[in-house]
């Protein structure tokens, strides 16, 4: 049975560690925060949206990057398997809105713990506060490289034979797994060490972007609206006329720009290409200008003394109708009968488009994910094994995969440690 060494106690770094020892490998888990599990322990506001209990393509719909990449491990270890493994160990879940998986207590140290304890019953060794800093691998001999049955592609030339770590130690293996996770929160010991271990190899490692991320916006009113959450809103975000997105649901302001659900998935699906964009805003797209126009007048109407300001408030959150007023040039404090026709259709284009400029994405320190990393063309799918150094896999966020938020990252993270468990258990 393989000598296994995992670089990396996050999410899927636990898991693989989990898994192949039950099946029989020696392994070592090598960490260089104190404890295992510290980004996990704040996923889903630490209540760990685990998985999501979907059907399959409705899954792979949520996976943004490589999706088709995914297939065998998520055949092999799904998100039933995953609810299953956690069920099977005294671990509670339950399903909520979105068909996301909680933990029935709400904890994520739950699922830490249950993780563990299996590590633990199969006698993984943890070495905690040591920093893996090169993937030592040696040549493979060229009958032993050639033989077997048919190779379609370049087989490996080398082969991972241990590990060096940042305290001058090495650690001796048959497999290791690079588990380091990608770029986001990087005080959780994220911070990016694997795409350097893969370089060394050869990998190549796409660009980094934080993902799952809130966006900058040039016009400073979104400060004065910092908190506010805006429910059943459109967005719209294009460049040069070309839509890059679009979406229903719920958002916020921040302090330097916008956030929220429908936020997060434009990041994660127009990525980069955000930046610079115009992002418009529809405040009431269940009803079209014409009703609009009709709801404004009955308003207008019913209390012609009023202050336009007052009508506003009627339409929009108190927070927002400073900011409103701005965008569509009209003084607050007019009366309401004396508004123009000419203001009324100001004051609803405002209300279906509503427009502010995006200057730039967050940065890692508040991104959910890192959309990029290594290369998936150089792995295989079914078990994680890098196709130029043999014995050396990848999982988790290391590779360039990226998901929308509702337990799919997790998955990812859960199925690609299973595919590389099943492979160096079959050794
Ligand atoms: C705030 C937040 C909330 C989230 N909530 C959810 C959620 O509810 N559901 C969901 O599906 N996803 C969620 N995610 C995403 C999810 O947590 C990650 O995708 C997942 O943890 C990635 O797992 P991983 O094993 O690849 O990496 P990580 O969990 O990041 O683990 C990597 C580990 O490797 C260690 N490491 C790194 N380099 C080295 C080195 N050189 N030597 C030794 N150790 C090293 C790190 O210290 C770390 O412990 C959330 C992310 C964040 C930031």
């Known amino acids: ?85 956690f069920e099977s160990r005294g671990v509670k879940l339950k399903v909520e809105r979105g068909m996301r998986v909680f933990p029935e207590s709400d904890k994520a140290s739950d699922i830490i713990r249950c993780l563990e304890k299996t590590c633990a019953k199969f006698n993984v060794k943890f070495i905690y506060g040591v920093r893996a800093t090169e993937i030592l691998t040696e040549q493979i001999e060229n009958e032993k490289r050639d033989s077997g049955a048919a190779v379609k592609r370049k087989a490996p030339e080398r082969r991972a034979v241990g590990v060096k770590l940042d305290n001058g130690g090495i650690i001796p293996c048959d497999c290791l797994a690079v588990a380091t996770g990608g770029l986001s929160y990087p005080s959780t010991g994220s911070t990016g060490d694997g795409y350097g271990l893969a370089r060394a190899l050869g990998h190549k490692v796409t660009k980094c972007f934080p993902s799952l991320v809130s966006v900058r916006i040039e016009e400073p009113f979104c400060a004065e609206m910092a908190g506010l959450t805006l429910k059943n809103v459109r967005v719209e975000v294009s460049r040069n006329g070309q839509e890059l997105y679009t979406g229903f649901g719920e958002m916020l302001f921040t302090h330097t720009g916008v956030s929220g659900p429908l936020i997060l998935s434009c990041t994660a699906k127009a990525g980069i290409a955000c930046e610079g964009a115009l992002l418009k805003l529809d405040l009431k797209p269940a009803v079209d200008g014409g009703e609009l126009e009709s709801r404004l007048l009955r308003e207008i109407k019913e209390d012609p003394n009023k202050q336009l300001k007052s009508v506003i408030r009627r339409m929009l959150p108190a927070a927002m109708v400073p900011a409103f007023l701005y965008k569509a040039a009209i003084d607050g404090t007019k009366k309401a009968v004396f508004v123009t026709k000419e203001e009324r259709q100001r004051i609803i284009q405002v209300l279906k488009g509503f427009d502010m400029h995006i200057t730039g994405l967050g940065g890692y320190n508040e991104a959910v994910v890192t959309k990029g990393g290594i290369e998936v063309k150089e792995i295989n799918p079914a078990t994680m094994e890098s196709r130029l150094c043999e014995g050396v896999f990848f999982i988790g966020e290391v590779l360039d995969l990226d998901a929308l938020t509702g337990g799919y990252n997790l998955q990812i993270a859960w199925s690609t440690a299973a595919a590389a468990a099943m492979a160096v258990s079959a050794r």
């Open 1 to 85: 049975m393989s000598n296994v060494v995992i670089i990396g106690a996050g999410a899927s770094g636990l898991m693989m560690a989990a898994l192949a020892s039950e099946r029989g490998c020696s392994v070592t888990v090598v960490e260089k925060n104190e404890k295992a599990g510290k980004k996990l322990y704040i996923t889903g506001k630490g209540r760990c949206n685990l998985t999501n209990a979907g059907d399959r393509d409705s899954i792979m719909e949520s996976i943004v990057t490589n999706g088709r990449f995914l297939y065998s491990s998520f055949n092999s270890f799904g998100n039933y398997d995953v609810m299953d493994f």
